[in-house]
Nanobody
Framework: VQLQASGGGLVQAGESLRLSCAAS????????VAWFRQAPGKEREFVAT???????YYKDSVKGRFTIARDAAKRTVYLQMNSLQPEDTAVYYC???????????????????WGQGTQVTVSS
């Protein structure tokens, strides 16, 4: 599956953005899809994931602000980001896996398919 991430941009603190991860080549059926982010000089970190069965998991610092959802008909997974803060500034990547297990949901190495990044910049 090929992934295309989009929707990044420059916003002020407190504003919202919605990122999209579109699949081509096949649908997301049976796949777990995640969002990771990487800020300058930092390691790539897990943000959120949605499993094939619809279960979702989030990094603690984004709980209540970010929502991950999928639209099967559009072959797209979204990351709705509300109340953005400067510390959310990073390049955001979507990733997918058909075989990730629960204990490794937050590990980038568990995902075999990656989209290109989309820059999110939040000014204070």
């Amino acid at each position: 599956v090929q992934l295309q991430a989009s929707g990044g941009g420059l916003v002020q603190a407190g504003e919202s953005l919605r990122l999209s991860c579109a699949a081509s080549g096949r649908t997301f059926s049976g796949y777990t899809v995640a969002w990771f982010r990487q800020a300058p000089g930092k390691e790539r970190e897990f943000v959120a994931t949605i499993r094939w069965n619809g279960n979702t998991y989030y990094k603690d610092s984004v709980k209540g602000r970010f929502t991950i959802a999928r639209d099967a008909a559009k072959r797209t997974v979204y990351l709705q980001m509300n109340s953005l803060q400067p510390e959310d500034t990073a390049v955001y990547y979507c990733a997918a896996s058909s075989s990730v297990i629960s204990s490794t949901l937050g590990e980038s190495s568990a995902y075999g398919y990656w989209g290109q990044g989309t820059q999110v910049t939040v000014s204070s």
